[in-house]
């Protein structure tokens, strides 16, 4: 079954070096770098998670969606309601807690969105997280606009999560765990599966398969894993609002993918790093006159985005991919149409 050219699956050997020489500077990076840079790195990494669960959906199955972040809210949420103000609870019932109440959401929820196609699909994903959001928002016993705290980080017994150190490794392992997770699904036949329902879901129904239920099955593990990088975040920044389940975040995820390249969960990771430091970048911009360059950060970011989309469609990833692999050769040259009887040639 192949794939659409705008996804990558298999990288060059290069780039596979390049991403694990990343990895290892990730690993390294608290070693040589302040505690403020080190949470700002795991950050990052909580939010490439994130990225990589709505590429499951965007990239691999063909769905985008609008509300992803309502179950990464919803996970950082959960954390705070299960966290009393006395003292903190243990993260081995607390982590699998708050994923389940996102996967269930998600479960609830794509029951009724992967029954529609396209531009319909979009816009009720978009509609139950926004109804998400105006019930946390428009609630006092939910935290409000305010948002509420989380008091204490989760207890783990093995390590103290308190130490900025031991946080940002274990986000790193995380980080590690749900990418080969993922790339082990990929190239599983439910992955398989998946990618056949992104190119041509008519056909893969006349196979024989449920497409129904696969595309269930891949919104609700996509809820769960948004939950698990929402846990993460309620974790580092210990403080959860409303404007974790709206749109603007769902829209920062699709650019991430957009930037580092759909259909590779390694492309989501880089695309959340890019997006990141971008987002810093343009935001520290200094005045020119009495414009404040640094202001309209949105701007910069959305040219940034067009230039990508427009000059590489596969995006960063991609791009590090044919700088390695270079041009592919030239195709050899058409074989001449044979020669009539008339002209000589045999009948």
């Known amino acids: 079954m192949s794939a659409p050219v705008s996804n990558l699956e298999a ?3 290069s780039v596979q070096l390049l991403l694990a020489l990343a990895f290892l500077a990730l690993a390294a990076f608290p070693l040589v770098g302040s505690d403020y840079y080190a949470q700002v790195v795991a950050r990052m990494m ?3 998670i994130f990225a990589m669960s709505l590429d499951l959906l965007q990239g691999v199955t ?13 996970a950082g949420y959960a954390l705070a309601f299960m966290t009393p103000v006395s003292e903190p609870v243990s993260l081995w019932w607390t982590l699998p807690a708050a994923v ?10 794509g029951f009724l969105v992967v029954r529609t196609h396209g531009i319909y699909f979009i816009m009720v994903t978009l509609a139950f997280a926004q109804m998400l959001f105006y019930v946390f928002f428009d609630s006092k016993a939910l935290g409000g606009s305010d948002g509420v705290y989380v008091n204490f980080r989760p207890v783990a017994g093995l390590f103290d999560l308190e130490d900025k150190r031991v946080f940002y490794y274990f986000t790193f392992a995380s980080l590690l765990l749900v990418y080969g997770f993922l790339r082990r699904l990929l190239w599983s036949p439910f992955g398989r ?12 129904r006349a196979m024989g398969y449920g497409t129904f239920g696969y595309k269930l099955a891949a919104f609700t593990l996509a809820g769960a894993l948004a939950g698990f990088a929402g846990y993460l975040w ?14 603007h975040l769902s829209a920062h995820a699709i650019m991430m993918v957009i930037l580092g390249g759909m259909g590779n969960f390694a492309g989501a990771i880089v695309g959340a790093f890019a997006f990141e430091y971008l987002l810093h970048w343009f935001k520290d911009l200094p005045y020119i006159g009495d414009f404040n360059t640094g202001k ?8 940034f985005i067009v230039f990508i989309v427009t000059f590489a469609p596969r995006g960063l990833l991609g791009l590090l991919e044919r700088l390695f692999r270079g041009r592919s050769a030239a195709p050899a040259p058409a074989a001449a149409p044979p020669r009539s009887a008339e002209q000589g040639g045999q009948p």
């Open 193 to 204: 599966v998946l990618a056949g329902i992104r190119v041509n879901e008519h056909r893969m």
């Open 11 to 13: 990288l060059p050997r």
């Open 296 to 303: 309209h950060w949105q701007l910069w970011m959305g040219l």
């Open 62 to 74: 063909g769905l985008v969606s609008l509300g992803h972040a309502a179950f990464f809210g919803l």
């Open 46 to 48: 909580i939010l490439a």
């Open 100 to 109: 389940a109440v996102s996967a269930l959401a998600a479960l609830v929820i």
């Open 234 to 247: 309620g974790m580092q920044s210990g403080f959860i609002n409303p404007e974790l389940l709206g749109f």
